[in-house]
Structures are given as C-alpha cells and as structure tokens.
C-alpha cells in the first residue's frame, strides 16, 4: 500500500514518472492533510514532472472534488489543496511579484544616472567680465592655464593645489618667476571627467578666458595639458593669445605621473625664460 501523500510529495519534487505495479493500493489521504504536505514541501522551479500512466496514479492526479466543508475554509486553504501544479504556478507567480515589487522600490532609491557632459556656463560676453572681474586680478608677466580645476583642487578652494601646485610653482621659480609674477587660471571652472569636452561648454568659456587675458595683461602665455596641444586647437588659442606668445608643457600632475617627460618641459620653460627678458 502506498500514501497519496507520498505521490504528491514524489510529483513536488520533480523526480519523474512514478511507476506503480498493477494490483498496488494508494491509500488516499484527506484533503486537510494533503494541504499541509503540499505547503510543506519545497517547490522547485523545474517543468512540471509527467504524469504517470497507471490507472490509480492517474486518478490521484485529478482535482479533488471541493467538499461543503471546505467550501467553508479559508480561500488560501482551498487553493493549497489545489493540484501541485497549480500551487507551484501562484507560487511563482507570487514570489516573482514580490520581487517585481523589490526592483522597483529599489530603482526608486537609486540616485539619478550621471550626465557625462558638463553643464552649459552662462553665456555672457568679454564685457561682462571685465566688469565683473574688475580688481580680482592683478597684472603678471605670466599667464598659466590649465583646462579644469580637478576635484582636489575645489575641496581645498585653490588652484593647482596639493603635490601638483607645489611642482609648477618650482618650475615657475626655477625660470626666475614669483607667485606675484603669474596669473593661474583654469578654462573650465568646474572639474570635468572627460578628455573632451563638448565643444560648447569650451566656446562659452572663452569670453572669460579673455577678460583675465586682458586684465592680467601678460607677455606670455603657458598652456598645460596635451588638451591645449591637439591638433585643431590652434584656432581656439589665437583667439585667446591674440599676439602673445605661446607655449606647451604637460601639466604638472602628469609630469608626477610620468617623470620622464620632465626633460622636454624643462626645454620649454627655458624658451619662455628667455621671451621674458
């Protein structure tokens, strides 16, 4: 003799056909103790096994026949007494809901996704800075300009700060030039990520870049970065130098980064040492 239970359980489980001799007994278990087991067992999430072929296995599979007594238990009772299959079905449905509830009150926390282009700088003219920068810089023999402040740098409220500040301001001294000799300065005000940045942010800038030229009123000027030195730059720096005379070196963290360059930065420091005699 065999429990139906033992079927029930057999067919949650996923273990296939159950093959039964001809003259076997299943003994059928009441509804309210095949709902326990039901519940109890573990459901995995596997096709539906097949249904065995024996005549009392088949009839075990049916649907049982809802009593009057049980039409009078609780809904969710009655749907655990349901085929296995149907109880695997609003399992899954059930916990692939409360998931779907998850990633959804997941993605409510989640900050925004970051914009990889830089906001668009108000767009005034050469006029408005002059104005506004009026009294804030002092004139120079040097004008040192960098594509962006990095974060660093905005963290401690200045310029070329920490160990690549200190490295520019030993090769300025090392040309003969103070702290009250150079005008530093950043074309983008804020810090960016992006080894180009969008062609109009850059434009907007340029006003601005000239309104310090002007006021600082240099003799030359020393772009850092291998941004200023690409190729199609040039146009952007005449409009920027005018007259002035021009010149390359990498910029002070890259030198940190990569002593080697320093030989060719130092050749060209000597050349606008000697432009500014």
């Known amino acids: ?6 079927l029930y359980l057999h067919e949650a489980l996923g273990l296939g056909p159950m093959w039964l001799k001809r003259d076997a007994k299943v003994i059928t278990t009441p509804p309210a103790a095949r709902t326990v087991d039901t ?16 005549p009392q296995a088949i009839a075990e599979h049916r649907e049982p026949a809802v009593t009057p007594a049980a039409q009078n238990t609780p809904a ?3 749907t655990a007494a349901a085929p296995v299959n149907n109880a695997r079905a609003a399992a899954l449905a059930a916990v692939g809901s409360h998931i ?11 900050p925004a996704a970051k914009t990889t282009n830089e906001p668009l700088p108000p767009a005034h003219d050469i006029a408005y800075y002059l104005e506004t920068l009026a009294g804030r810089i002092a004139p120079a023999k040097l004008m040192v300009v960098s594509i962006c402040p990095s974060p660093q740098d905005k963290v401690a409220g200045k310029l070329f700060s920490g160990a690549t500040g200190q490295l520019l301001d030993n090769m300025l001294a090392a040309i003969g030039l103070a702290a009250a000799d150079v005008h530093k300065t950043s074309w983008l005000e804020m810090p960016t990520y992006e080894a180009e940045p969008p062609a109009e942010i850059i434009e907007r800038a340029l006003p601005r870049m000239q309104a310090e030229c002007a006021l600082s009123r240099p003799q030359a000027l020393l772009l850092l970065g291998r941004f200023f030195a690409a190729d199609g730059r040039k146009p952007l720096v005449e409009s920027l130098a005018g007259h002035l005379p021009v010149f390359y070196v990498p910029h002070p963290a890259q030198l940190l980064r990569q002593p080697q360059l320093k030989a060719d930065a130092w050749r060209e420091l000597k050349k606008l040492r000697d432009k500014l005699k």
């Open 39 to 54: 519940v109890s067992a573990p459901i995995p999430a596997a096709e539906p096994p097949h249904t065995p072929h024996t």
């Open 1 to 6: 003799m065999l429990s139906s239970r033992y």
């Open 76 to 78: 969710a009772v009655r």
């Open 100 to 110: 779907g509830a998850a990633e959804d009150k997941s993605q409510e926390n989640q």
